[in-house]
């Protein structure tokens, strides 16, 4: 019954994104998604990634942000090949994607990429972290909606994506614990 009612209802918001659909938003909701590619993550992740490497005060977080990233990347693979679910189809796509649906994969590694970037700029400049948390927090919901937007992910599937994300957030976060120097 639970099960049902999700269906219909990423059904209907996938119809729903078909009928406000114009070739403007289009082509901005596909520069929004680049930002959630897993070619750019990757890409940004390594960039953070040896930045944390060679800085004194990053190097306390460099366990905390593998663990996140490789955690919600495996994790969310093994769910699209558990899950199995197609992705929208029909007229519902605005562009071309391959692979299963659920979890969205633009979801959950933008969540932990950016989740924990956010995370690392709050720690060094504490002044900041409103404005840090809100930057963050509009990226990774734009990036979602423009998976829905664009017809290539149901509703269910960003979310999924998310709570994925926040789980290995919270592992990556946990393992850094309170380093003595941030």
């Given at each position: 019954m639970i099960l049902h009612t999700i269906v219909s209802a990423?059904?209907?918001?996938?119809?729903?994104?078909?009928?406000?659909?114009?070739p403007l938003m289009v082509r901005v909701f596909e520069i929004v998604t680049f930002f959630g590619e897993p070619t750019t993550i990757i890409g940004f992740a390594g960039v953070v990634g040896l930045t944390l490497l060679y800085t004194p005060r990053g190097r306390l977080f460099v366990i905390g942000f593998v663990t996140t990233l490789a955690g919600a990347a495996a994790s969310g693979f093994a769910l699209k090949d558990i899950v199995m679910r197609a992705r929208p189809g029909g007229l519902i796509p605005a562009i071309r994607e391959t692979g299963f649906s659920f979890?969205?994969?633009?979801?959950?590694?933008?969540?932990?990429?950016y989740g924990f970037v956010a995370f690392l700029l709050c720690r060094w400049y504490p002044r900041y972290a409103k404005a840090i948390i809100a930057t963050t927090t509009a990226l990774v919901l734009m990036i979602g909606f423009s998976r829905l937007y664009l017809g290539?992910?149901?509703?269910?599937?960003?979310?999924?994506?998310y709570l994925l994300s926040i789980l290995w957030l919270a592992i990556g976060i946990r393992i850094v614990g309170t380093p003595r120097e941030s």
């Open positions: 990423d059904i209907w918001f996938e119809h729903l994104m078909l009928t406000i659909r114009t979890p969205s994969g633009h979801a959950t590694g933008s969540m932990a990429f290539v992910h149901f509703p269910s599937d960003v979310i999924a994506g």
